[in-house]
């Protein structure tokens, strides 16, 4: 990652001038599927890899925006009034999603920016590009517009956004990963509580990430269908997610259950089970 050469590639597109460097790391997640909606753990680590922004406050409301990832789309220019998502805005409508969700947290942003981006995860692989575009935005609006705010406030502000602006229903783990993500540690995060806990990784291991190369399509519409079934599952031992129910409380009504939601609860309270037990394994 040469950053000089991206440097000169915002100077190249915004009228010679330069701008300050940010990066924030993509993430891959070790173990805890399924678990983060129902109020459980799950144990990521940041990426060697991620999203790196040249950014320079303007001094108008002029957006201006430029990733070498999409160079066929050029600059794409917007304003930061009346920020809303926009089809032709393509993947400037998640920084602007980002700016939109700082003015709903009371940090009105009212002064424009020129950004370009360059980013080294693959777009879409699941390594959750999106969100490292989230929290470099959210550093950049820190550092150049002074807002005070937390990393784990980036985080939300980020999840925020996705949800409300860019219209995907995520959870709050890649975000706070990217964020929160430490040099050679795991990350056990409890999704109900937002504590973490840095889990040094033994020396010498590599986390290797394979490309199954299988194409991820629309899984929306099953991931929700997923999502109601844990939250039937929580109804029935009236809990308020299954994070709260026991294997034991499980186990005794399991043949109770319509067997697919018993398959998902069960899922749920193993998974979350074996992601604690696994950042105990690792730490020892
Ligand atoms: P994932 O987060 O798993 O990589 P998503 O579909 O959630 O996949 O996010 C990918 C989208 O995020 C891209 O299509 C693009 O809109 C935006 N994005 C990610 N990285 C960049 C980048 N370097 N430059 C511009 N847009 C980016
Ligand atoms: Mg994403």
Redesign the pocket.
Same mark, same amino acid.
């Given at each position: 990652m040469d950053i000089e050469y991206v440097r000169s590639r915002f100077i190249k597109h915004f009228d010679g001038t330069t701008g300050s460097v940010y990066a924030s790391p993509g993430r891959i997640n070790l173990i805890g599927e399924h678990t983060d909606y129902n109020g459980g753990h799950v144990f990521p680590c940041a990426l060697t890899i991620g999203?790196y922004g040249v950014a320079r406050r303007r001094e108008d409301k002029k957006l201006r925006f430029y990733?070498m990832? $999409?160079e066929q789309l050029g600059v794409i220019e917007s304003s930061v009034e009346g920020l809303k998502p926009e089809k032709e805005a393509?993947?400037t409508n998640?920084p602007k999603g980002v700016m939109w969700a700082f003015g709903e947290k009371g940090m009105e942003v009212t002064n424009g920016m020129d950004l370009l =981006? $360059?980013?080294n995860?693959p777009? *879409? /692989? *699941? =390594? /959750? /590009? /999106?969100?490292s @575009?989230e929290i470099l935005t959210g550093y950049i609006l820190r550092d150049q517009y002074g807002f005070e705010v937390s990393n784990q406030d980036l985080a939300l502000i980020g999840q925020f956004s996705e949800n409300k602006f860019n219209g @995907?229903n995520c959870g709050i783990m890649d975000q706070l990963i990217s964020a929160l993500g430490k040099k050679d540690h795991a990350l056990l995060i409890d999704c109900r509580t937002l504590g973490t806990k840095a889990v040094s990784m033994p020396e010498g291991v590599a986390v290797v990430i394979i490309n199954s190369n299988f194409k991820r399509t629309l899984v929306g519409s099953e991931y929700n269908t997923r999502r109601e079934q844990c939250e039937t599952g929580a109804r029935f031992f009236q809990q308020p997610a299954l994070r709260d129910v026991s294997l034991e409380a499980f186990n005794a009504v399991a043949h109770e259950l319509d067997p697919i939601v018993a398959k998902r609860v069960r899922h749920v309270i193993t998974e979350n089970a074996r992601t604690v037990e696994a950042a105990q394994a690792l730490e020892k």
């Open positions: 999203t990733s990832n $999409f393509d993947w998640y =981006l $360059f980013g995860i777009n *879409g /692989s *699941g =390594l /959750s /590009s /999106s969100a @575009v @995907v």
